[in-house]
């Protein structure tokens, strides 16, 4: 990872959900890097993985491997309060996310 020059870099992301004796590998090997600055878009079919990988992210899935860097401070799986506090999630519907309300 080159996390001095991104602000958001993943390598290698791979999260697999249990269920029981049923296992589902919804990520494997997901890897992107954002530059400060830059925009991001994350477009797939439903149930690509897209929430998946903002979970992961976020810290609202602590069961993935591979490496996250977020400002070049490597992610935890269990972030701190700090780390969890500087990383948000904008939902599908912007307008009803974002509304001052």
Do not use: C
Not at 45 to 55: A, Y
């Amino acid at each position: 990872m080159n996390a001095a020059s991104s602000m958001v870099d993943v390598k290698d992301l791979r999260v697999e959900f249990h269920a029981g004796r049923h296992h589902v590998l919804a990520l494997k090997g997901v890897s992107f890097s954002i530059a400060p600055g830059e925009s991001f878009g994350l477009v797939g079919e439903s149930g690509s993985g897209k929430t998946t990988v903002l979970r992961a992210l976020a810290g609202l899935n602590p069961d993935w491997s591979g490496e996250i860097a977020i400002a070049g401070q490597p992610l935890s799986r269990h972030p701190d309060k700090e780390m969890r506090r500087a990383i948000q999630m904008v939902f599908q519907d912007p307008y009803g996310s974002l509304h001052p309300k």
